[in-house]
């Protein structure tokens, strides 16, 4: 049986034609044609069987054959907040797994040692789509651009809420480990620091706010590495 073809279309519902971008891959490269079978992801929880209707080198339109509400794959709101690393295609790599894995909300901070303060949102919005479409994830995740650590750590944010560091100084506890015990709220934030770790201000301030202070275990890990393990101990403790 021939896999169906998925596509991006948030206005699936209320539209009849593919976007540019999706259409152009959909007809240029996938060659379909006239009586092919789709399946469109709105990205806000719905799959659309649908069938190609007319096909252009620049067009790409479909009638809607059957509305296909999805289910939540995990319990909560999960949400990573992280310091890019200076290498942005390490980032990309980590945005990628991570919704490959399963996550609803990716910030990237500006810390104190952060070593990269901007960031192309574009292109990494990108990269989160062709995930979410090849993972079959039926809700497409929020990526909010960069946000000062201070500012974001002040917000009131009514969830679970980690900072995860590497100093001995400030006791810790594993992550995973706090997530199975916590029975408050299915929602959970953890924050990423950059290579050189946030600095010791960031950690007391979060604190002060609410977060608890985590480790990742024993190894000393890259920030994009310690990024998805966060991602994948939420999606654990979610499930």
Not at 14 to 26: G, K, N, T
Not at 38 to 58: I, P
Not at 118 to 139: G, N, T
Request: net charge negative; glycine share 4%.
């Amino acid at each position: 049986m021939k896999e169906s073809r998925y596509f991006y279309t948030p206005d699936a519902a209320s539209v009849q034609q593919l976007p540019d971008e999706e259409a152009a891959h959909a007809v240029r490269v996938l060659r379909m044609h006239e009586g092919d079978d789709m399946m469109l992801m709105d990205g806000k929880g719905c799959y659309y069987h649908a069938e190609v209707t007319m096909a252009t080198q620049k067009h790409c339109s479909y009638r809607v054959l059957e509305v296909l509400p999805q289910q939540p794959q995990w319990a909560g709101h999960l949400h990573l907040a992280i310091a890019p690393t200076k290498m942005m295609e390490r980032m990309e790599w980590l945005a990628e797994k991570a919704v490959e894995v399963g996550v609803d909300e990716i910030t990237f901070l500006n810390c104190q040692f952060s070593e990269r303060r901007v960031i192309k949102l574009p292109r990494i919005e990108k990269i989160v789509v062709s995930a979410m479409k090849q993972s079959r994830k039926a809700w497409l995740p929020q990526l909010n651009d960069m946000t000062d650590f201070r500012t974001f750590v002040s917000q009131h944010r009514a969830c679970r809420k980690y900072i995860a560091h590497c100093y001995d100084e400030v006791p810790r506890t594993h992550l995973f480990d706090e997530l199975r015990k916590s029975s408050d709220s299915a929602d959970a934030l953890v924050l990423i620091g950059p290579e050189g770790d946030f600095s010791i201000d960031e950690v007391q301030l979060a604190l002060q706010h609410g977060f608890q202070s985590v480790d990742l275990g024993q190894s000393r890990l890259r920030t994009e590495t310690a990024g998805l393990s966060a991602v994948m101990m939420m999606q654990l403790s979610g499930r």
